[in-house]
């Protein structure tokens, strides 16, 4: 999945997400995080999905405003 690396254990946003880390910071952010880490990886998976798809259509969508 691009954007997060899922493990067995633990969800890490990888290097993809870029230096930036202040989402972290984020702590409605964290929470959001922590409530999916405990998820089952199925569940994981489609959720990520879902927000890579909203990740990539608002990208798509600027690009096409230039």
């Avoid at 989402?23 to 929470?31: A, G």
């Avoid at 999916?36 to 969508?61: R, W």
Wanted: hydrophobic residues 40%.
């Amino acid at each position: 999945m691009r954007g997060f690396c899922l493990s067995a254990t633990k969800l890490q946003t990888s290097q993809s997400v870029g230096s930036d880390m202040n989402v972290l910071k984020d702590p409605m952010m964290l929470k959001r995080l922590n409530e999916l880490d405990k998820m089952d990886n199925e569940d994981k998976i489609h959720i990520l999905k879902v927000i890579d798809g909203f990740i990539k259509s608002i990208k798509l969508k600027d690009i096409a405003a230039f």
